[in-house]
């Protein structure tokens, strides 16, 4: 029995079933505070550790679109959940040499990640929630940051919940489910509140669904293996698909503009993708097949490249990010 198990059996005994909502919050603040989960050796492997092609194109995108506004001197960077600070470090690689030269600021709560990131990011300013971030025109990515934040699950109208029944942790109920999440309608709110208020662009991507529909998407991963939900918590990643519809609802709520959902295959390849690897490929042609096979995996329908989601959120007063045209 995991420590986190221990604790949530004894919060269950004292307060009663907790919320699937409270368990994935729970698990993943746990989760996220004691270990680097990235990697060969780590749990799952996101886009930027693939290659840095992912980070250029979004360097190029946003750096684009600050040119194109005017390039504000007050605008700065800024990420949610940067991982090992790689997607910052490679995007802002591309921004510098496009002029910019704002400040570069973290949303990251996990000391160990954070860590990690000072090496990689060493001019960076870091803050534990995104309300936290300066009052100024944002550059923003957002890259499997909202998976991880908690949902809520109905079954029939009713709350689900987690109980200790037969010895271990199970759902008080089954049936159809119908997943929100207040935690990622609040995000994406205050993002869009800054971005209508001083203006920016946000790039999200995420794996999901581009229209709400019920059915029940939370997911545990281990070791690059997915594995049951209510096992070993606090020692498993905890995330759920991402609703591009409820997103883009809470953002034109708060006064942001949207952009359509992209599958991420096809917005790379929009971006120049393609280009870029064969480029990489004749400057080292050692790597050629890595460089194709990491291409591949970013843009195949079979692998990231249907799953995974891009949505822009803007200023009105900005121009829409390059790819979503």
């Known amino acids: 029995m995991t420590p986190l198990e221990r604790a949530l059996r004894d919060r269950i005994k004292a307060e009663g079933p907790i919320s699937v909502e409270a368990f994935m919050n729970a698990c993943n603040e ?3 505070a004691t270990r680097d989960p990235l990697g060969a050796q780590g749990d799952f492997t996101t886009a930027p550790e693939i290659s840095q092609m992912f980070g250029e194109m979004i360097g190029g995108a946003l750096g684009d679109r600050w040119k194109r506004a005017g390039a504000p001197a007050d605008a700065i960077y800024a990420e949610l959940g940067p991982g090992r600070g790689t ?3 490679d995007a802002l690689r591309i921004m510098r040499a496009a002029g910019f030269r704002g400040e570069v600021h973290l949303v990251e709560t996990s000391p160990v990640l954070r860590k990690m990131q000072r090496k990689t990011v060493p001019d960076g300013q870091w803050h534990d929630s995104i309300d936290d971030l300066p009052a100024r025109p944002l550059l923003l ?4 940051f909202l998976d991880a934040l908690p949902i809520r699950q109905h079954v029939g109208g009713v709350e689900r919940r987690v109980v200790v029944s037969g010895g271990g942790l199970t759902f008080d109920r089954d049936g159809e489910v119908l997943e929100t999440s207040p935690a990622r309608d609040e995000a994406i709110r205050s993002v869009a ?3 209508a208020a001083k203006g920016g662009a946000a790039i999200v991507i995420d794996y999901g669904h581009e229209r709400s529909a019920p059915g029940d998407t939370l997911q545990a991963v281990r070791g690059h293996r997915f594995v049951p939900v209510l096992a070993d918590p ?4 905890l995330t759920a698909h991402v609703d591009f519809q409820a997103v883009a609802e809470a953002a034109t ?3 942001a503009a949207v952009t359509p959902v992209v599958a991420q295959g096809e917005w790379l390849i929009r971006l120049g993708i393609e280009a870029r690897a064969q480029a990489l490929a004749r400057a080292n042609p050692e790597r050629a097949n890595d460089l194709q096979i990491t291409f591949e995996r970013l843009t195949s329908r079979d692998q990231m490249g249907q799953l995974f989601k891009v949505i822009a959120i803007h200023s009105p007063d900005w121009p829409a990010p390059a790819g979503f045209a």
């Open 87 to 89: 997607l910052a470090a």
């Open 234 to 237: 606090g020692e498993q990643d």
């Open 193 to 195: 509140t800054c971005l």
């Open 30 to 32: 746990y989760y996220y």
């Open 253 to 255: 709520d708060a006064g």
């Open 141 to 144: 990515v957002a890259n499997e």
